[in-house]
């Protein structure tokens, strides 16, 4: 029997190498639903190919090819909730990802989870949340689908050990980096991905955000994760277990394997593969410590994963405006750290106790991150 499965963020970077990984499953899954956000274009295309039962676009739902089109948030939660859906991959970007979440894993659908923010804002209630309906949540981050992939038997990890290409700037030097333009700083060597994201990874943000979907997914202590850079992106991670032997998934870099993995767990399937691996063609591998000077924006969502309650929620909105006005042209790639860092400096860690707590808090701080861009030059 085909398992239904719906994809939230249909359009964007996961969402389109997700639909292309299914249709080389053929006929093991049906494409119940699609939410997209503003490419009708491109939403048309996949409604003609894959003829989902639900449709949703967050602007202009007269320009859908499709009976009766939903649209916005109500619309987004309507697909995910739906309990026709056996699986559902969240690949919609930042915090849009949470709700979404939270309704489908409350119906009992197991989640193929590509969207970080969701366990960075709310990682303690998403968790419990799934334990308590007992659905699974299945990474599709490719360092954390490595993981997944190595762990047996949890108890026995001593350490997660988490890559990092180094992104675009690994061997540049300060100069260069306060010289760059949008377009250097999206030139990922390895990764093609949406933009915030790849803005992210030239800061190395992302890989603190890396971090703390990790805590929250692997109910791992931030003592016991460890970033390495690793240029190459050949091992996507690694985990040692107590008895000191480590443990570590390699492959080509390709968005397609961590995919289909989460949505065909627990079962292997032959996929899409560029090539197959070899060792005698790779020839080396290089690892290293992060520089935390050079790239502060890990050093900052270490900390504030390590603080937990509210500081990753003001952490995560403050940068993700902060990209967002980079990326507009309204401020340089060297004004996004002290962007960040000003805004979390104005707050105090609180406890968090529901999910509309957090989007208040998230609102607020966004509000107060634009207010600073608005001056730009007191950042």
Not at 45 to 50: D, E, L, N, P, R
Not at 116 to 121: C, G, Q, R, S, Y
Request: net charge negative; proline share 4%; glycine share 8%.
């Amino acid at each position: 029997m085909k398992r239904k499965i719906s994809i939230i963020g249909s359009t964007g970077s996961i969402g389109t190498q997700a639909l292309e990984v299914l249709e080389r499953l053929g006929d093991k899954f049906e494409i119940y639903g699609l939410a997209a956000g503003s490419n009708t274009d491109l939403l048309n295309s996949q409604i003609k190919k894959f003829k989902p039962k639900k449709v949703c676009v967050s602007k202009n739902p007269e320009k859908v090819d499709f009976n009766c089109v939903l649209s916005g948030e109500e619309g987004i939660l309507d697909i995910a909730a739906d309990r026709e859906n056996d699986i559902v991959l969240m690949a919609v970007s930042g915090r849009f990802g949470l709700k979404p979440t939270l309704a489908a894993i409350r119906n009992g659908i197991d989640i193929a989870l590509a969207n970080k923010e969701t366990l960075v804002m709310a990682g303690d209630i998403v968790m419990r949340e799934a334990k308590k309906y007992d659905v699974n949540i299945l990474p599709v981050d490719s360092e954390h689908s490595a993981i997944h992939q190595c762990i047996k038997n949890p108890s026995d990890v001593s350490k997660l050990i988490i890559t990092a290409s180094g992104g675009p700037f690994l061997n540049k030097s300060s100069y260069d980096m306060e010289h760059s333009d949008i377009k250097q700083v999206l030139n990922h060597p390895r990764w093609k991905m949406g933009k915030k994201i790849t803005v992210d990874s030239a800061t190395l943000m992302n890989k603190g955000l890396e971090v703390i979907e990790a805590h929250h997914l692997f109910n791992m202590d931030y003592d016991d994760i460890e970033v390495v850079i690793h240029p190459q992106s050949v091992v996507h991670s690694a985990i040692e277990y107590k008895d000191g032997s480590v443990i570590a998934q390699l492959g080509v870099p390709s968005m397609h394997i961590p995919i289909q993995y989460a949505i065909t767990y627990p079962e292997r399937l032959e996929g899409i593969k560029s090539k197959s691996f070899s060792f005698s063609e790779i020839a080396r591998l290089d690892f290293s410590k992060p520089d935390f000077d050079k790239f502060p924006c890990l050093r900052l969502a270490l900390g504030a994963g390590r603080a937990g309650g509210t500081s990753p929620v003001v952490m995560n909105a403050a940068n993700e405006e902060a990209v967002y006005a980079f990326l507009n042209g309204v401020i340089g790639y060297n004004d996004i750290y002290p962007t960040v860092e000003k805004i979390y400096d104005g707050y105090e860690t609180q406890k968090l106790n529901d999910i509309d707590e957090i989007f208040e808090l998230d609102n607020e701080v966004r509000l107060k991150t634009k207010e600073l861009l608005s001056g730009v030059g007191i950042v």
